[in-house]
């Protein structure tokens, strides 16, 4: 593995550089629309999870579009989004059809699209990613800047132009054997060196990459990495890249180009580890925690770096 270059290291002092847009007063539509696309009947909860992250980010609005059977509980428990309750197979996955007949209206108008959490590779994520992915001889402008996460990742080669053809306004989340699987390598030969498979997969699809692990590389089209330490082992619990995404997701929506936005996301992430990690100990705090206390340490860090500005 690759020394660590200091240089390029993550901090709060280098985000002063990349401050986030701050709204000023007025309607939820300036802060932007977060369309979040993913869940199953068996894990309903990465779409639940990654949709509070968008808000507590700081987006205005949020829709999410997860399976039928799943949609009414969602509503519920996230009362302040519109949930669309999808057409589901027998295997209680996202039908495909109904996919790609719904999704491309749900898209209008939303700053960002997340699409994969809770979702595995397959028919389905193919699906979702024909459907918000731009076309042939679509302006990226016209489209949601988009995070592509989870089931979605491994299948992306085959939409190499599609990603590429959103100019440098898509986020790609994987963690080792999802990157292993996007560049058909071994994940031994990922984990051996992160930031070169980050490289390539930067270069491929013309997307920014936020390589997790244990310390996360974010990559931007150009190859220039940044390597964040880590946020503790608190982080490696079940939920937490969905909210992850979600935070992205939110900063994309308020208008933050995406290599801020990944660079924020991994950091404000890895701040809410650390922060949990010294209010309940290292290892037992829930994800959905994790989104709870993004607020706290956006303000903090804003504060402290004059970020808001």
């Known amino acids: 593995m ?24 007025g309607s939820k539509e300036q802060r932007g629309t977060v369309l979040v696309v993913g869940g199953s009947a068996e894990v309903p909860g990465a779409a639940f999870l990654a949709g509070i992250a968008t808000l507590r980010a700081g987006a205005g609005r949020l829709r999410i579009a997860t399976v039928a059977s799943a949609a009414s509980a969602m509503a519920l428990a996230v009362p302040e ?13 996202i039908a495909p059809d109904a996919a790609e007949a719904r999704l491309p209206a749900l898209a209008e108008r939303c700053k960002a699209a997340l699409i994969g959490p809770g979702l595995s590779a397959g028919e389905t994520a193919e699906a979702v990613s024909r ?4 076309g042939p001889g679509a302006a990226a ?17 085959a939409h190499a132009d599609a990603v590429r053809s959103c100019g440098g306004r898509a986020v790609i989340t994987p963690h080792a054997g999802e990157m292993a699987r996007l560049l058909d390598i071994e994940r031994s030969a990922v984990e051996a060196d992160p930031l070169a498979a980050a490289r390539r997969a930067a270069d491929r699809l013309g997307c920014v990459v936020i390589m997790k692990g244990a310390r996360s590389w974010i990559v931007d089209p150009a190859g220039e990495p940044w390597l964040y330490g880590g946020g503790g082992v608190g982080l490696a619990t079940s939920g937490s890249g969905d909210v992850l995404a979600g935070i992205v997701a939110g900063l994309l929506a308020r208008g933050a180009d995406a290599p801020t936005a990944a660079a924020w996301g991994v950091y ?10 010294d209010r309940v100990g290292p290892i037992g705090f829930l994800a959905r925690e994790i989104a709870d206390v993004i607020p706290a340490i956006l303000r903090a860090a804003e504060t402290e770096s004059g970020a808001s500005g």
């Open 2 to 25: 690759q020394p660590p270059m200091t240089e390029n290291r993550l901090t709060l002092a280098r985000l002063r550089d990349r401050p986030l847009p701050m709204p000023e007063e």
């Open 131 to 134: 459907a918000l992915l731009p």
């Open 268 to 277: 404000l992430h890895g701040q809410a580890g650390r922060m949990l990690a």
């Open 81 to 93: 989004a519109r949930v669309v309750g999808l057409a589901e197979t027998d295997e209680g996955t």
């Open 141 to 157: 402008r016209e489209t949601p800047a988009l995070v592509l996460d989870a089931g979605v990742i491994a299948g992306l080669g």
